[in-house]
């Protein structure tokens, strides 16, 4: 009944924002959605299964390739990695914004991917509270921010990430990022930056997935996503 009603949710919400199937010249943009949070939170995996439902129900969805799987990845130029990784994500958004084939684009990390990666560096020492600030300021520009329409912070317990992690893994060893002590430092930073701004704000989610299965993870998403997309259409009916 639930799969159900979503699906009878998600008609109704596209008969409201592209009733002819043909988008509205006066919608600015797409919804936009981002997806970010802790490793081996089910972060990719859920933008895959809401793009299958939303493409079933009709939508036009776009899922960019996350960042970093175009941004080769190495040590020696942290921060600069996450730069060029959240840049790639706003850069694709801005090319989004005025295209009219989609009704939806959900990315795989965007800008508080990027906010968060700002404050682990500070704390790790990497930037300086300034730098980081600085950084943190301009992800937060409305000309950014103002883009997307939610952003999904998924996250979970590092001990059962790396289980996740070593379940489909060849080799069982700790990696880089995939160990102990880095993943407890990346969750604090994720809970850092959601006590100062996620809390109380309508377009931040934070949704523990540890101990789900995952597609009551993605249940639990997609009603978040519902909620963002109605609050849009009913505040642009009062315009």
């Known amino acids: 009944m639930k799969r159900l009603s979503f699906e009878q949710k998600a008609a ?3 008969s409201c924002f592209d009733p002819e199937q043909v988008r509205k010249v006066l919608w600015p943009r797409p919804f936009m959605v981002e ?3 802790t490793p081996k939170a089910g972060k990719s995996t859920i933008k895959e299964m809401l793009k299958h439902f939303f493409k079933r129900s009709g939508w036009s969805v776009s899922t960019p390739t996350e960042g970093a799987e175009i941004v080769e990845w190495s040590k020696r130029r942290e921060p ?7 840049e790639y994500a706003l850069s694709f958004a801005r090319d989004r914004m005025d295209d009219k084939r989609f009704h939806l684009v959900l990315f795989d990390r965007a800008v508080f991917d990027g906010v968060v990666r700002m404050d682990y560096y500070r704390e790790r020492g990497t930037m300086t509270p ?15 921010r ?3 329409d939610l952003h999904v912070c998924l996250v979970c317990d ?4 790396i289980k996740r992690e070593l379940a489909r893994a060849l080799v069982k060893k700790h990696g880089e990022t995939m160990n102990p002590q880095t993943l407890a430092e990346l969750y604090q930073a994720h809970e850092r930056v959601w006590s100062r701004l996620g809390a109380g704000s309508a377009t931040m989610c934070w949704h523990d997935s540890t101990r789900e299965k995952e597609s009551e993870t993605a249940f639990a998403v997609l009603e ?3 909620a963002a997309f ?8 009062k315009k």
């Open 12 to 14: 109704d919400l596209i």
């Open 80 to 86: 600069d990695y996450n730069f060029q990784t959240a």
């Open 158 to 161: 590092p001990e059962i990430a």
């Open 230 to 237: 109605e609050r849009r259409l009913a505040a642009s009916e």
């Open 35 to 37: 997806l970010y949070g």
């Open 130 to 144: 300034d730098q980081q600030q600085t950084v943190e300021s301009y992800l937060l520009l409305p000309f950014n």
């Open 224 to 226: 978040a996503v519902m």
């Open 146 to 148: 103002g883009m997307f």
